[in-house]
C-alpha cells in the first residue's frame, strides 16, 4: 500500500509497509456461471423445399421441440412460423402441449388459453412469418420438449366448416385433369356456402427431414396423429419434412 502524507510545506512523501509485514491469502469459493443469453431451437434443416403444407379448417399440425440443455430451465420467449405467403382466409390457432403420458401424444396445454392470429394485413405478400411475443404468458419449456400445435380455424367465429371439394378446371395432354380444391363453409343462420380457394388458407413452409421427421399430421378432428415418415412417390424415395418452427428461448 502507498499512501501519501502532507507536510506543513504541502510537499507529499510516500510511506512504504514495513519490509516484514504478513501477506494476507484470501480463497474463493467455487461458482458455476450460467450465461443468460437466449437460445432458439427450431426444425430447419438447411434448406425449404419447393412445396407447401396447406392449413385448412379441420387439419392440425403438431411439431415437437426438444430443450436443447435438460439440466437448465427455460422459459419461451417468442415463436416464429415461416409462410409461404400471406394468407387472406381462415385463421391461424398455436397453442403449446407438454408430452402426454403412454400413447398419448399431447400432454397437458401449457397456456391458459391458445393464441389466435387473424388474417394479417401488415406482412409482405409472400415469404413471410408470423412471430408471437410470449414473454407476457411466462410459459416454461418442459424437459422433455414442447410440442407446438398449428391449427386452422373458419374465418369468423360464427362461421362452420362443412367440407372439402375439388372443382375440375381443365384436362392436361396425358388424360388426367386438373382440379382445384375448395373449402365450403356457412356462416351462422345463413344458408348460403361459402366457397374458399385452398390457396388462401395458411401454407406452412417444410424443410427435409431425412427419415423421420418431429412433424405429426391430423386430417380430420376423428382421424389418429400421423407422423411423417419417408415414403416414396412415382418410384423414387422423398424424405420426411418437417413443417419449419423456430422457438426461442430465454434461460431462467
Given amino acids: 500500500m502507498v499512501g501519501l502524507l502532507l507536510g506543513t510545506g504541502g510537499a507529499a512523501t510516500a510511506q512504504t509497509p514495513p519490509p516484514n509485514a504478513p501477506a494476507r491469502h484470501i480463497v474463493l469459493a467455487d461458482v458455476t456461471v450460467r450465461g443468460r443469453r437466449p437460445q432458439a431451437v427450431g426444425?430447419?434443416?438447411?434448406?425449404?423445399?419447393?412445396?407447401?403444407?396447406?392449413?385448412?379448417?379441420?387439419?392440425?399440425?403438431?411439431?415437437?421441440?426438444?430443450?436443447?440443455?435438460?439440466?437448465?430451465?427455460?422459459?419461451?420467449?417468442?415463436?416464429?412460423?415461416?409462410?409461404?405467403?400471406?394468407?387472406?382466409?381462415?385463421?391461424?390457432?398455436?397453442?403449446?402441449?407438454?408430452?402426454?403420458?403412454?400413447?398419448?401424444?399431447?400432454?397437458?396445454?401449457?397456456?391458459?388459453?391458445?393464441?389466435?392470429?387473424?388474417?394479417?394485413?401488415?406482412?409482405?405478400?409472400?415469404?413471410?412469418?408470423?412471430?408471437?411475443?410470449?414473454?407476457?404468458?411466462?410459459?416454461?419449456?418442459?424437459?422433455?420438449?414442447?410440442?407446438?400445435?398449428?391449427?386452422?380455424?373458419?374465418?369468423?367465429?360464427?362461421e362452420t366448416y362443412l367440407r372439402r371439394v375439388a372443382v375440375p378446371r381443365r384436362a392436361k395432354k396425358d388424360g388426367s385433369t386438373i382440379v382445384k380444391p375448395y373449402i365450403l363453409t356457412r356462416r351462422g343462420t345463413d344458408t348460403t356456402t361459402i366457397w374458399t380457394s385452398v390457396d388462401d388458407f395458411p401454407k406452412l413452409r417444410q424443410s427435409p427431414a431425412g427419415y423421420t421427421a418431429s412433424t405429426w399430421m391430423r386430417w380430420g378432428p376423428t382421424l389418429p396423429y400421423r407422423r411423417e415418415?419417408?415414403?416414396?412417390?412415382?418410384?423414387?424415395?422423398?424424405?420426411?419434412?418437417?413443417?419449419?418452427?423456430?422457438l426461442e428461448l430465454q434461460p431462467r
Avoid at 394468407?87 to 397456456?111: K, V
Fill in 43 to 158: 426444425t430447419y434443416h438447411g434448406a425449404y423445399i419447393r412445396g407447401v403444407r396447406p392449413l385448412t379448417p379441420g387439419q392440425r399440425c403438431v411439431v415437437w421441440l426438444a430443450s436443447p440443455d435438460t439440466s437448465q430451465t427455460f422459459g419461451l420467449q417468442a415463436l416464429t412460423v415461416p409462410l409461404h405467403r400471406r394468407y387472406t382466409a381462415g385463421r391461424l390457432q398455436i397453442s403449446f402441449y407438454a408430452r402426454g403420458a403412454g400413447p398419448e401424444l399431447l400432454g397437458p396445454l401449457l397456456s391458459a388459453q391458445p393464441v389466435v392470429v387473424a388474417p394479417p394485413d401488415s406482412i409482405a405478400r409472400r415469404r413471410t412469418q408470423v412471430r408471437l411475443d410470449l414473454r407476457p404468458a411466462a410459459l416454461p419449456l418442459p424437459a422433455a420438449g414442447v410440442y407446438v400445435v398449428l391449427e386452422c380455424l373458419p374465418t369468423f367465429p360464427d
Fill in 229 to 246: 415418415s419417408a415414403q416414396s412417390f412415382r418410384g423414387k424415395a422423398v424424405q420426411a419434412f418437417d413443417t419449419v418452427l423456430l
